[in-house]
């Protein structure tokens, strides 16, 4: 973005902002006299690795990044992705009158404006600019209106800053040493994960139960009949001799009645039944009639935004926010990150008049409506999620597409929605009795619904989380009956049912349980899903959230070990202590010192250091102190039956059978990768056991005298040979064995050693061409091809890597390289019409494995995802994501200033520089600096810490 140069009256100013996108929407409100430049998020943090660190710092300080022996003390650095953008503002800086810091109104927006002022030491007037919306109003007025930086929530985010740095930089460590290296705990992620385990848990533990009941079908004999007034309606058995039929919810996690008072029916009891009432006469016992009201749902705030987003429109939390933050940046809707679910004047006004105009005057209220936040501790200096301006734009007139469109369309009408009146009907309920041939006395139940006054329901229907639920706009009519009336049972039919586990939790479902147990803040939210994904501990069925293993065991670790820093309450409470001392109810570093060390050091009571009911800190530095007690092997072990146990190994899980020697290691089978827990059965074990696995010994290489073996690893098949005792196997004269995977055509039951011997002598050289260049025979990641020099060519099978001639070879160069496309395969799968492109969308083969098209955009398929289960649905938000990320930015090689930046990150290759470049256009005002820090750390330090 190229600042103006011209300049105002009142001299010439700087904004910064956090993002390019944001930078380039308020410069268009701001006109001359103004500089908008973005910070590119943050540009100062912890160290991310020790070499950050500057030299004077040293032992733990220099591992931590904070000095637990000064006061907690943060040592920050500029993030090295960022001395260039720093360099600049500075520039910008000494060319200007005044400072406005016009980062987000939040905790970490006003981090972000501290740190810039600290890193610019400007020498001219700063004043913060703070604004809830990207409107010419708003911007003009904030400008106008500026205030002083709150040091009060600078101080609250450096406070969990560090405390999620002393959390994620003293356990992860643990984990790494005890379950797998590379892994990370953090203060809310590891709670999540608990919570997902404990879930799955209940599914492995859980016993179905199988029950009967009848469905009937009465018909009142009238005619004629219409939709008002239906002839014949539904009722399920209620109950039989005046006890209740049992259902579903009657039954506990072990399959069995919770209490005696109800009736179990099982298929034969039903069927009996039913022959006992073909000739009943019925009467309809009881007609019970009440008024159905239901009130508008609340403005959006950012955790119910999610949650609808995910329900209705298949969003993920993190889609869910990088679109409502562009909408934010581009004006349209107002800040996406609020605890809040209060309108301002100017929006109840805005959204009355659209009430008036659309649906007429008998849906507007006689008074505006007003919502309470039920968020403990909510910030309510921001509004709820809504259109920005006084004049709420319609959808139409966005000219938005795509997700924006649907997602500005979503927070559009739930904002509308909340200033219309309620809807209200008649809820029924009918009893219909009879007696049987065998003198039982039966009731059926059946109940209706009729809306008579749509209200807000014209507008907007929250969606649910159980696909089975009823949504609010659903009538359900019955005929007009009165005590009495004689009806004929049309049909009986006995119906059977089982109880179903503990649904998994979704992402929504995720967000709300965090959000009710009050644990971490709504706006770190999708943060922490997104974390807990890529770190392997859950992947996604559908949109269901599954645990992995590798989650098992460090969940076991850190519920016998740590048990207090994933309790649900403790985490609750720490929560309410760091809003504490965000409201200056509290001191942070007797807070820290607790946490950290423990009582005892010189840290006042328990009120002055946060938690006003009573202690529950304790030593984290003593806990993460003795790991001796801990048991590696124990805590990745899960006992399936007396000889079978899963275990977790530092290579991925697998199951162990016990031998009868108990000093040798019994017979082990790998358990695929996204294999869901509770499907991990003792006879699927035993399955998995029984499939040819371990060292095939095919016999002695004859040249190098190595046993050669065949053996199925994580990835397939192969053969590799075994070196001799003391062969060096690291440092620089480590020897490596020869290995090859085999072939399509092959495997582990009839390979030979021939086939060992020829595989493991690849790549073959064919020859030579008329210029000497050497071709080769190999076979690679995408299979068989030849290789002269940088050329490679494709071969048609495997077997031709030990066929082709030089001769043939030769005539494979000799034709043109094919830059085309061979002819289109069939696609594997069909899926239907993408809702945004409206265009086919199909599942394909491709270089890289299957993927989704609708013939314009391509998306690959996660790990998680299987060609012969993938849903429409899921389809289409794999396709969503791809556009929402946009084209990989290419970065062109030119001006050799830009290689001392280069010459700055020695490690970093052509590949990080486009990643990183990349990632500095998304405009993410956390995830760009963290996530680019993650990358180049991640081999040496913890996740990135939440905030």
């Known amino acids: 973005m190229s600042p103006s140069s011209e300049t105002a009256q009142g001299g010439k100013r700087l904004v910064i902002v956090e993002s390019p996108a944001k930078a380039k929407t308020i410069k268009g409100y701001l006109g001359p006299g103004y500089i908008v430049e973005a910070s590119v998020g943050h540009i100062r943090d912890l160290p991310g690795t020790a070499a950050e660190v500057p030299d004077k710092y040293t032992g733990e300080v220099r591992r931590l990044g904070v000095d637990v022996d000064h006061d907690f003390a943060p040592i920050y650095v500029v993030n090295s992705d960022k001395k260039a953008q720093v360099s600049k503002l500075k520039q910008l800086l000494a060319e200007s009158d005044e400072l406005f810091l016009a980062t987000d109104e939040d905790r970490e927006g006003e981090a972000i404006a501290w740190h810039l002022q600290q890193v610019l030491k400007p020498k001219v007037p700063v004043k913060r600019m703070v604004f809830h919306e990207i409107t010419k109003a708003a911007i003009q007025e904030a400008v106008a209106n500026p205030r002083e930086l709150n040091q009060r929530l600078v101080d609250a985010q450096e406070t969990r800053r560090i405390l999620d740095r002393l959390y994620g930089y003293e356990v992860s460590p643990v984990l790494w040493k005890k379950v797998m290296p590379k892994l990370s705990a953090g203060r809310v992620q590891s709670v999540a994960t608990r919570l997902v385990v404990e879930r799955e848990r209940e599914r492995i533990a859980f016993t179905s139960a199988s029950y009967w009941d009848l469905v009937a079908t009465f018909a009142t004999g009238r005619a004629p009949a219409d939709a008002a007034n239906p002839e014949n309606f539904g009722a399920r058995l209620a109950s039989v001799d005046g006890k209740r039929i049992a259902s579903g919810r009657d039954f506990g996690q072990d399959g069995r009645l919770k209490s005696a008072n109800t009736l179990h029916l099982d298929e034969q009891a039903a069927r009996a039944l039913a022959a006992a009432l073909q000739q009943t006469a019925f009467s309809v016992r009881s007609v019970e009639s009440k008024p159905y009201r239901r009130s508008p749902y609340a403005p959006f705030r950012t955790t119910t935004l999610q949650q609808e987003a995910s329900r209705k429109l298949g969003f993920g939390a993190k889609r869910t926010m990088q679109v409502a933050q562009k909408l934010y940046e581009n004006g349209f809707i107002t800040y996406m990150r609020t605890d809040s679910t209060t309108l301002s004047e100017t929006a109840v006004a805005a959204a009355r008049a659209q009430v008036t105009q659309l649906y007429g005057a008998e849906y507007l209220p006689d008074a505006p409506r007003v919502y309470a936040s039920k968020v403990k501790n909510a910030q309510e200096a921001h509004e709820a999620i809504r259109p920005s301006g006084d004049r709420f734009r319609t959808p139409a007139e966005t000219a938005l597409s795509g997700d924006d469109f649907r997602l500005y369309e979503l927070i559009w009408m739930r904002t509308v929605a909340s200033q219309m009146k309620d809807a209200v009907g008649q809820s029924v ?26 209200g807000f329901l014209k507008a907007y229907v929250e969606g ?32 059977g049912h089982a109880t179903k586990p503990p649904a998994r939790y979704t992402e929504a479902s995720l967000v709300k349980e965090l959000e009710d147990r009050e644990i971490g803040r709504p706006s770190t939210y999708a943060s922490i899903i997104d974390t807990i994904i890529n770190r392997r501990y859950v992947f996604k069925k559908g949109t269901a959230l599954v645990p992995s293993f590798l989650s098992f065991a460090v969940v076991n670790l850190l519920e016998k070990h740590f048990g207090r820093l994933v309790d649900y309450d403790f985490t609750a409470k720490m929560e309410d202590d760091l809003d504490r001392i965000a409201a200056g109810q509290a001191e942070s570093v007797p807070w820290l010192k607790r946490f950290y060390f423990g009582e005892g050091e010189g840290t006042g009571t328990a009120a002055e250091a946060g938690n006003g009911d009573g202690d529950h800190l304790g030593g984290l530095k003593e806990l993460v102190t003795d790991l001796g007690a801990i048991d590696a092997r124990e805590i990745s072990s899960f006992r399936l039956s007396d000889e079978i146990t899963l275990r977790v190994g530092r290579y991925g899980p697998y199951v162990e059978k016990s031998g009868t020697d108990p000093e040798q290691p019994g017979q082990r089978a790998d358990i695929p990768d996204e294999l869901p827990p509770d499907e991990l059965t003792v006879a699927l074990a035993e399955e998995l056991l029984a499939k040819p696995s371990g060292d095939y010994e095919l016999g002695q290489d004859p040249h190098s005298g190595n046993m050669l073996v065949a053996k199925d690893g994580r990835y397939g098949p192969y053969v590799t040979e075994i070196l001799p005792e003391g062969t060096p196997k690291t440092g620089k004269n480590a020897v490596k064995p020869r290995t090859a995977s085999l072939f399509k055509t092959m495997s582990l039951d009839t390979v030979t050693l021939d086939d060992a011997l020829k595989l493991l002598s ?22 068989p091809y030849l290789k002269k020099g940088t050329d490679s060519r494709s071969l048609t099978s495997e077997e031709q890597l030990f066929t082709v001639t030089l001769e043939e070879a ?6 043109p390289k094919q830059r085309g496309r061979a002819a289109a395969a069939p696609p594997l799968k069909e899926l239907g019409t993408d809702p945004v492109s409206e265009r086919p969308v199909v599942v394909k083969d491709g270089r890289f494995g299957p993927y989704v098209t609708d013939g314009e955009t391509n998306a690959t398929l996660r790990k998680d995802d299987d060609v012969e289960t993938i849903t429409p649905e899921r389809g289409y938000e794999l396709l969503a994501e791809k556009r929402a990320r946009g084209p990989v930015k290419k970065v062109a090689k030119k001006a050799p200033a830009k290689k001392a930046a280069a010459k700055k990150t020695t490690t970093a290759k052509t590949t990080t520089a486009k990643k990183t470049a990349a990632k500095k256009t998304t405009a993410a005002k956390t995830g760009t600096a963290k996530k680019t820090a993650a990358k180049k750390t991640a081999a040496t330090s913890p996740a990135p810490d939440e905030g």
């Open 429 to 454: 309920t009918v009893r219909v009795g009879g007696t049987s041939s065998d003198r039982r006395d039966v009731e059926f139940s059946a109940s209706g619904k009729i809306i008579t006054f749509h």
């Open 464 to 495: 649910a989380d159980d696909p089975n639920a009823e949504l609010d706009d659903r009538e359900r009519r019955l005929p007009q009956l009165t005590e009495g009336d004689p009806l004929a049972a049309d049909q009986l039919t006995p119906e």
């Open 762 to 783: 690849l790549p073959r050289v064919v020859g030579a061409d008329a210029e000497g260049v050497e071709i080769t025979a190999q076979n690679g990641r995408y299979g």
């Open 810 to 815: 030769l005539a494979i160069y000799a034709q």
